[in-house]
């Protein structure tokens, strides 16, 4: 009597290669995931910028008193939402939103306000994204790719070589 034991299973080079086949599909994968993320994180900044331009304007011309506010001030106000408005300096979806008000002085400037959103990660494979924004009362938005670790500077808001198309 003689008994046969089948070894069944997979051979060495058969496991190598389903792992060498994995490890290529990841290689391709991980990237676009990362680029993914970076463009909704920019989708949401763009966005929370423009929900600050509105409420800037609801907000001068109820609680503001014909002035602008920070971001808590909108917040007191119920005009944006709690983590937008969690402090003057604001972090949301991997980008850093500072909102500056120019109060007005009647019979010499009116009121004005300039709102940046900045990569919280400017570098990297963790970039959060790879472009700044901001906003000012005009209600443009504008873009740029450069020194992304710096707030746009109100040079920089007002000219029209960076302003995003809606």
């Known amino acids: 009597m003689k008994t046969n034991k ?14 060498a086949i994995i490890g290529i599909i990841a290689a391709i994968a991980i990237p676009n ?5 970076r463009a909704a994180n920019e989708g949401s900044a763009q966005s929370s910028l423009r ?8 907000y001068q011309s109820t609680a503001g008193a ?29 980008y850093t939103f500072v909102v500056t008000p120019v109060d ?9 306000f300039g709102a940046t ?4 990660v400017t570098s990297g494979v963790s970039q959060t994204g790879t472009r700044k924004f901001g906003v000012t009362e005009d209600g ?10 710096t707030a746009m500077t109100a040079a920089e808001l007002s000219a029209t070589n960076n302003v995003l198309g809606n």
């Open 33 to 37: 995931l990362l680029a993914s993320r």
């Open 6 to 19: 089948r070894q069944d299973g997979f051979s060495l080079i058969e496991l190598l290669i389903v792992v």
């Open 51 to 58: 929900t600050i331009h509105s409420s800037q304007a609801t």
């Open 66 to 94: 014909g002035n602008f506010g920070t971001l808590t001030a909108l917040k007191t106000a119920n005009l944006v939402d709690g983590v937008l408005g969690a402090a003057d300096t604001s972090t949301k979806s991997g």
């Open 104 to 112: 007005f002085v009647a019979g010499v400037s009116a009121a004005s």
């Open 117 to 120: 959103a900045n990569p919280t």
């Open 140 to 149: 443009v938005m504008h873009g740029q790719t450069d020194a992304l670790g």
